[in-house]
């Protein structure tokens, strides 16, 4: 049996405007990364960051996790780049290192396999299909508090360990580097 012909929604519907938004939201994470990757200086390369984040905070929101994405913006925007800027601000400018010049095919080659993985990725995004799936709770605190300490508490724990542990390593590094000078 064939199955009816689906439209798509106008460009111009709330569904088509939310379609744009969301690809804006796509472009702009992967523009901050490209900054984020591509920039000679640090700081550039830490805005392209910031923006990257944002990106990545707007795709959380409109995947209907309102909390997750003020968490990306609280954390990774407001804690992990910040710290970064601190440590570009407060570390000792080195001395630019010349690299030594890369292989014939080294260029062809990152963009034969970079084309071929996004091809891959395309092809593969228009050969399936995309249900439409419901709502499945609202994205509020309360419900997310409740499962954390409930339905996931084991995986809440486990980051609490991986986080102490990286604490501890810190510490241990930088013990280590002042005994060192």
């Known amino acids: 049996m064939n199955s009816p012909m689906v439209a798509s929604p106008a460009l111009l519907s709330v569904d088509g405007l939310v379609g744009v938004v969301f690809l804006i939201m796509v472009a702009i994470t992967l523009i901050g990364g490209l900054i984020a990757c591509n920039s000679e200086r640090l700081v550039?390369?830490?805005?392209?960051?910031?923006v990257c984040f944002v990106g990545v905070a707007g795709i959380y929101y409109f995947l209907?996790?309102?909390?997750?994405?003020?968490?990306?913006?609280?954390?990774?925007?407001?804690?992990?780049?910040v710290t970064i800027s601190f440590a570009i601000m407060l570390a000792a400018p080195e001395e630019k290192k010349k690299t030594g010049v890369a292989g014939p095919l080294s260029g062809p080659l990152g963009f034969g396999t970079a084309a071929?993985?996004?091809?891959?990725?395309?092809?593969?995004?228009?050969?399936?299909?995309?249900?439409?799936?419901?709502?499945?709770?609202d994205g509020s605190i309360k419900l997310?508090?409740?499962?954390?300490?409930?339905?996931?508490?084991?995986?809440?724990?486990?980051?609490s360990i991986?986080?102490?542990?990286?604490?501890?390593?810190?510490?241990?590094?930088?013990?280590?580097g002042r005994e060192d000078s």
């Open 44 to 50: 550039r390369s830490v805005a392209g960051l910031i």
């Open 64 to 81: 209907n996790s309102p909390f997750v994405a003020m968490m990306q913006i609280l954390i990774y925007v407001g804690a992990v780049a």
């Open 116 to 137: 071929l993985i996004a091809g891959g990725f395309a092809v593969l995004a228009l050969r399936t299909e995309w249900p439409v799936q419901d709502k499945i709770n």
């Open 162 to 176: 991986v986080l102490l542990i990286a604490i501890l390593g810190a510490l241990v590094i930088a013990r280590d």
């Open 144 to 159: 997310i508090g409740i499962q954390l300490l409930t339905d996931h508490s084991m995986v809440f724990e486990l980051i």
